[in-house]
């Protein structure tokens, strides 16, 4: 089930960003959500087209004590070493 929604959240993000600069728009504006996990997806998915929010996003939730924390850095980690890849 796990895998079966993360896909779906997977195809819903290409489709905002396939859509345009408004779906880029769009999740940008999760960068401020109030639950950590959507802003540290948000952050990862729009890191190419607005790096300093998405990095801004992502350097407190590195400091987090649980997955979320981990996700941020690991994110933070393959964008500094230039092997991130998110479409």
């Known amino acids: 089930r796990a895998n079966r ?8 993000v290409v489709a905002l960003k396939q859509s345009g ?4 728009v769009e999740l940008a504006g999760l960068l401020s959500h ?6 540290c997806m948000a952050a990862a998915y729009v890191l ?3 790096t300093a929010e998405a990095l801004a996003a992502l ?4 400091r987090l004590p649980d997955i979320v924390g981990l996700r941020a850095v ?9 092997d991130l ?3």
Not at 21 to 24: A, F, P, R, T, V
Not at 34 to 39: D, F, G, L, M, S
Not at 74 to 82: C, H, N, P, Q
């Open 48 to 50: 190419k087209e607005r």
């Open 5 to 12: 929604e993360a896909s779906a959240l997977h195809r819903a």
């Open 21 to 24: 600069e408004s779906g880029i």
């Open 74 to 82: 690991d994110t933070l980690k393959r964008y500094s070493r230039g």
């Open 34 to 39: 109030a639950e950590p996990a959507v802003r």
């Open 85 to 87: 890849e998110i479409r």
């Open 59 to 62: 350097r407190p939730l590195a």
